[in-house]
């Protein structure tokens, strides 16, 4: 199974910052990557898909790169909405996998 | 309005056996591959099976391999997930989602039904 590995596992930021969370495959994906954002007690939310492809009516400050085994979430300038934990996940084979999460916290 | 709501978690002892439902509304099921996601409680995701658009193809987790089974029927617009052998490391909270059409990604995600395994 394809392994993925996200860093850093918890995130302190501050309203305005950017941030990036990093997200790498144990092998190769291509651009087979997606992000998703969850609040607690609620179901994850598709942020980007194909790795850079931005899921409609999600707002221009999440932009994802990346392709092969190394990919990027970036949050250009943080709000208050959007402290909560971002998960990666592959689909390059039919064994689905998700990296272990990143928790944006409040500085 | 797409929507996907799930049912059937309970609490069941180690070794038994539930079927999970999912019921799809707004968009038309029959197109789209179904997946089962869980997550255990305050840990992370995890993918558990899919099943395509015709039932034709089914892939499973190896943590469930041999133990559940996907299936749905599109005449209901339904997803199940029947869980045998349970173990208490299936407790989670299992969600159903539908597949972004051509992405691998999952873009519509019920609410979640929590399945607790317990003696």
């Known amino acids: 199974d394809i392994q993925m590995t996200q860093s850093p596992s918890t995130l302190s930021a501050s309203v305005g910052d950017r941030v990036t969370i990093t997200c790498r495959a144990s092998?190769?994906?291509?651009?087979?990557l997606a992000w998703y954002q969850q609040k607690p007690g609620k179901a994850p939310k598709l942020l980007i898909y194909?790795?850079?492809s931005l899921e409609s009516g999600v707002p221009s400050r999440f932009s994802g790169s990346g392709s092969g085994t190394e990919f990027t979430l970036t949050i250009s300038s943080l709000q208050p909405d959007d402290f909560a934990t971002y998960y990666c996940?592959?689909?390059?084979?039919?064994?689905?996998?998700f990296g272990g999460g990143t928790k944006v916290e409040i500085k | 309005e797409v929507q996907l709501v799930e049912s059937g978690g309970v609490v069941v002892q180690p070794g038994g056996s539930l079927r999970l439902s999912c019921a799809a509304s707004?968009?038309?099921?029959?197109?789209?591959?179904m997946h089962w996601v869980r997550q255990a409680p305050g840990k992370g995701l995890e993918w558990v099976s899919l099943?395509?658009?015709?039932?034709?193809?089914?892939y499973y987790a190896d943590s469930v391999k041999g133990r559940f089974t996907i299936s749905r029927d599109n005449s209901k617009n339904s997803l199940y997930l029947q869980m045998n052998s349970l173990r208490t490391e299936d407790t989670a909270l299992y969600y159903c989602?539908?597949?972004?059409?051509?992405?691998?990604?999952?873009?519509?995600w019920g609410q979640g039904t929590m399945v607790t395994v317990s003696s």
């Open positions: 989602a539908k597949d972004r059409l051509g992405s691998g990604a999952f873009d519509i």
């Open positions: 707004g968009f038309t099921f029959d197109d789209y591959t």
């Open positions: 099943i395509s658009w015709d039932g034709g193809s089914t």
């Open positions: 092998q190769s994906i291509s651009s087979w």
């Open positions: 194909k790795a850079s």
């Open positions: 996940q592959q689909y390059n084979s039919y064994s689905l996998t």
